[in-house]
């Protein structure tokens, strides 16, 4: 092997040329290097081990269990390494996820973090079942146990841990040099004789060089002793030496300030550097110099010592500069204000000039001046200006902030499809949203057609349990009769519709089973009046609101069979059917309309009695509060609401909506608890599944396009009904309706 070309000057100071130290073994760099991979394996933790751990310390009963979990944690890191990766990235991966999770009980925020930043992006439900598997392998042993298993990991890999470098050999033998390659110190041709590698003498030989070159050794200890006056002074000698006397120049007193300001900015030293050099000129070498090298002493020293009359003559001629001047004296500046801070400096200069007349006036010295002056410092407001300026450059501009800023609040239970992809990058990135994969498109010359299948159900939950008839109490079998089980919906709103008395919002598509939703919380009102056995009807009332009188009889015909078994008296009370006191007295459960019901709650005397008595207040169809009879509905609210809240009496409101974007907003306004009471399902929970289909007419002419509209809506309808399927058409009314031989119609 040839030697490295180096000069003589510095293979004089290493063993490079002493050939019995080298050993071609250590130069290979593929045995170092599975030397020391072996090394690492036998230091810190790794599967292997913690499999023998598992099986030292466990019977053979627990061992299948605990292999099952084990094989969790190995499959959930496959997920979140790779499988591209290999076997031993996949087991390493596997280590990091136990020793995250051992001491855990769930998926936490650092936890996300850490994986985040070892592995990227990764599936949440990969690390949600390597919590749980490491959780169940936890449980069966002691923390004394886990404890040492990491913690002797962790020993033996700090043992045999070598710092890098700290086996490099360095030679201090000296070798005699050619005079041709002779190495001058400083000038001196023999200062290579006292040439050592030990730096604290070679920083004492520099330091005794600089004093002996400059002779002078108070200088350098002037340096040392900084006091109150020292910033003074030193300006004091740059005007003289500068100027020499000539009048019309910066005072001491105007520099000083201007001085002290850049001193006491956060810039750093080569900017401060640059600035000075621009206001001193190159006279002022020395001060510069002297500045930057005392500039935090300085500071601690004016600011410690405020009792100096110089210093206070400096503070005040400090504000008088930021007060008055809108331009700076010196240097090539640009001051940037807020608009605060713009404000503050306003005030300022008018409490300075109230402060001034005062002492006008009244003849006061200019201590009352200089308490005005403190009220408002534009120097430290500058301060903290220019520290929240540099904090902000170090954060990240899409950091945290930004993710906590559209970092949405999850409801337990909200099923929204389209809130849930809105947190997606695409959304908030502004990316463009494409159709589905599964998506048909049929082109011709008259129109193409885009057909849009309908969305998968929604996978169902772990806590998800379907609600049988037969386990519920006497009453809910006696309202239920006929029924075997409640649906999905009904089964997930159950508990807190049938045990609690939470104000409730339930959006729902059509046919997911409301009107059963609204009879839980009836069977719940009714179960909370009954007394040894029997129901005290005169103490409750129920009043169910319908949108239109026809839903409202078809409402009062039902609830009337199902609670008839427990002797619930359900009547209409609709513009068309008027109720007397008596059958109203007799009446547990009222179906009427907003309007009717907004005249009833609307009377002061008569029928006051009646609005106190309900306990239970049914809205259906509150998607009406954004059409005309949205205001009715809307005063409604607000006077059951009112009655709440001065009389300390319990009315429930449930509203039931098919179709409601905002339904955080109305839940608000029914002051319903979102975490509790808030039930949100999209078209995932339709009971049957709704496709879409668009078809779009390709000519121009407006003719044309009516003809190709009927030949395609025709051409649909007869498809749909030769398949055996029901078809509702809706037509506007100038359109004329045409039926065809078979029965079928066009338009």
């Known amino acids: 092997m040839a030697l490295p070309r180096l000069t003589g000057a510095l293979r004089s100071f290493s063993n490079v040329t002493k050939h019995e ?43 299948q269990t605990v292999n099952g ?16 990766n290999g076997q031993e990235a996949i087991e390493s991966g596997a280590v990091f996820l136990f020793k995250t999770f051992h001491r855990k009980e769930c998926v936490g925020h650092n936890e996300t973090k850490a994986i985040k930043q070892m592995f990227g992006p990764f599936p949440s ?31 033996q890999s700090d043992e045999n841990r070598v710092v890098f470098g700290k086996n490099i050999v360095f030679s201090f033998d000296m070798h005699d040099l050619d005079h041709s390659e002779e190495l001058p110190v400083n000038g001196e041709a023999d200062a290579q004789n006292t040439i050592s590698l030990d730096y604290n003498k070679f920083l004492n030989n520099q330091l005794n060089h600089l004093q002996n070159y400059c002779g002078e050794k108070s200088d350098l200890k002037s340096l040392e002793k900084v006091d ?17 006397g000539t009048p019309g120049g910066p005072t001491t007193e105007d520099l000083c300030c201007t001085l002290y300001e850049m001193l006491a900015s956060t810039k750093s030293g080569d900017e401060l550097q640059n600035e000075l050099f621009e206001l001193l000129g190159p006279e002022g070498f020395e001060l510069i110099e002297k500045l930057l090298q005392n500039r935090s002493v300085i500071l601690e020293r004016s600011l410690a010592c405020p009792n100096d009359n110089r210093f206070q003559a400096l503070q005040e001629q400090c504000k008088k500069f930021i007060g008055e001047n809108a331009k700076p004296s010196y240097g090539c500046q640009v001051t940037i204000q807020s608009e605060q801070e713009r404000l503050l400096m306003k005030q300022y200069r008018r409490e300075e000039k109230r402060n001034a007349r005062k002492e006008k006036q009244t003849g006061e010295d200019a201590e009352v001046s200089g308490e005005g002056l403190m009220c408002f410092d534009p120097k430290e407001l500058r301060m903290q200006r220019e520290l929240s300026l540099l904090n902000a450059r170090s954060m990240p501009v899409l950091g945290r902030q930004r993710e906590m800023e559209f970092e949405k609040i999850h409801y337990p239970h909200v099923y929204d499809s389209r809130a849930e992809a809105m947190k997606t990058s695409a959304f908030i990135g502004g990316a463009k949203v494409f159709l589905p994969e599964a998506v048909q498109r049929e082109n011709n010359k008259m129109y193409e057609e885009v057909k849009i299948p309908h969305s998968e159900p929604m996978p169902i939950g772990i806590e998800e349990k379907i609600v049988y008839i037969k386990d519920l109490d006497e009453i809910g079998q006696l309202a239920f009769k006929g029924m075997k089980r409640l649906n999905r919906i009904q089964s997930i709103v159950f508990e807190t519709a049938y045990n609690t008395n939470e104000n409730m919002l339930i959006c729902a598509p059509t046919g997911a089973g409301k009107t059963n939703i609204a009879m839980l919380t009836i069977l719940h009102e009714i179960r909370q009046h009954v007394q040894q056995g029997v129901i005290k009807k005169d103490e409750f009332k129920i009043v169910y609101v ?22 619930i008296t359900v009547k209409e009370l609709t513009g068309d059917m008027q109720l007397s006191k008596g059958e109203i007295l007799r009446t547990q459960m009222l179906v009427t309309t907003p309007e009717k019901w907004d005249v009833v709650t609307r009377k002061s005397v008569g029928d006051v009695a009646l609005s106190q008595m309900v306990k239970l207040l049914i809205l259906d169809e509150v998607h ?8 009715v509905l809307e005063s409604i609210v ?28 109305v839940a608000t306004f029914l002051h319903v608890n979102p975490y509790i009471g808030l039930f949100y399902f999209d078209g995932r929970f339709r009971p049957v599944p709704l496709g879409q289909t668009f078809v779009g007419i390709k000519t121009a002419n407006k003719v044309q396009q009516l003809n190709h509209m009927d030949e395609v809506c025709y051409e649909n309808v007869l498809k749909q009904i030769m398949a055996g399927h029901q078809v509702t058409q809706d037509v506007s009314n100038n359109t004329t309706l045409y039926i065809s031989r078979d029965g079928v119609c066009s338009c």
């Open 624 to 631: 009406l509060l954004h059409e005309d009879r949205g205001p």
């Open 546 to 567: 319908a949108p239109m009188k026809a839903l409202a009889a078809e409402m009062t015909n039902y609830f009337s069979k199902r609670l008839e078994p427990l002797g």
């Open 125 to 155: 439900s990969s690390a949600t079942a390597a919590c749980n598997a490491t959780c169940r392998i936890a449980s069966h042993f002691t923390e004394e146990q886990l404890t040492a298993l990491i913690q002797m990991a962790e020993e």
């Open 21 to 63: 130290d080298y050993s071609e073994e250590l130069a290979d760099l593929t045995t170092k290097r599975s030397k020391l991979h072996g090394q690492l394996l036998k230091s810190d933790l790794t599967w292997k081990k913690i499999i023998k751990f598992v099986d030292d310390n466990l019977d053979k009963r627990e061992h």
């Open 638 to 665: 607000a006077r059951t609401l009112r009655q709440v809240e001065s009389t300390q009496s319990m009315i429930r409101i449930l509203g039931l909506s098919a179709t409601l974007p905002n339904y955080l907003d």
């Open 228 to 244: 109150d006056s020292f910033l003074w002074s030193e300006v004091g000698k740059y005007l003289n030496e500068s100027q020499g």
């Open 69 to 84: 979990d084990l094989k969790t944690i190995l499959q959930a890191a496959k997920q979140i390494v790779g499988a591209e």
